[in-house]
């Protein structure tokens, strides 16, 4: 591992850079966007920041905070977008190059971590252990679990995550497998029926979800796509910044979706 620093004696950009990717490894994982470094600033970088979204109240609490780097889930850049830099984008981008911040950004690499992603971190809260994987690139989690019925477990997300859900239950019963994704995950439903879930926990809920939750008796549980993944982008900052020597600061913007 590269841990080189600037002569001031500050870690390098790069080398940030590089134990990020070690870490999460984004070159497994066929992406909605760039995973790593999206914005480039100081090479010196004493200051981590992490975050859920790289959102224009979140590069303004960094720049507060006096942040030399910002690490999140949801970046600038996705696929599909049209380049332009306009509106929100202009906004959000003349901060961080005004102030010199880097953005780092992982999506699906930050889910999947096995210890330190949204999907270990939560399931970890829940007091939920991964037996099985489904879904597309395996980011779906299942395993074993032990509440009365669908309410039970709802209620006990509710507690995890600190806001209501929202829950499709089918009176099935007891709960004995759990699956969970976190974001929006509600594509995965269907799999997770699959891979023998009683229960299906996300972040999201669309329209067809509620049917088959009635329809095939799984209850579906959607706890909010930003309270799902706050816990990911902490994890591995602050993992990093530890090893690195860094100080490291998460700065949690609600968003009530």
């Known amino acids: 591992m590269d841990t080189s620093r600037t002569p001031a004696g500050l870690v390098g950009r790069g080398a940030l850079l590089r134990r990020f990717d070690e870490l999460l490894a984004p070159e497994r994982f066929k992406d909605y966007g760039p995973n790593g470094l999206q914005v480039e600033g100081r090479d010196g970088i004493r200051h981590l920041v ?3 979204t790289a959102s224009r109240a979140l590069i303004e609490a960094a720049v507060a ?19 332009r830099v306009t509106g929100w984008l202009k906004q959000r981008l003349a901060l961080l190059l005004a102030h010199d911040i880097s953005l780092f950004a992982y999506h699906l690499p930050l889910d999947a971590h096995p210890t330190l992603g949204n999907n270990a971190q939560l399931g970890a ?40 859900v929202l829950l499709v239950d089918p009176g099935r019963g007891p709960i004995r497998r759990v699956a969970w994704c976190t974001g929006g995950a509600q594509g995965y439903f269907e799999a997770a029926i699959a891979a023998g879930a009683d229960a299906f926990i996300t972040g999201e809920i669309s329209e067809p979800q509620a049917h088959y939750a009635r329809e095939l008796g799984v209850a579906f549980i959607a706890c909010g796509h930003h309270a ?11 993992h990093v910044a530890q090893e690195l ?3 490291h600061s998460f700065i949690d913007i609600d968003n009530p979706a």
């Open 50 to 52: 992490s975050g859920v």
């Open 65 to 83: 905070a006096g942040a030399d780097a910002l690490f999140v889930h949801h970046g600038l850049f996705w696929r599909g977008h049209d380049g």
């Open 125 to 164: 809260r829940l007091g939920l252990v991964a037996d099985a994987w489904f879904g597309e690139q395996a980011l779906g989690c299942v395993g074993a679990a032990d509440f009365a019925d669908a309410e039970a477990l709802a209620r006990h997300v509710e507690r995890t995550v600190e806001r209501p």
């Open 228 to 238: 799902s993944e706050r816990y990911g982008a902490p994890a591995v900052a602050a």
């Open 245 to 247: 020597g860094l100080r």
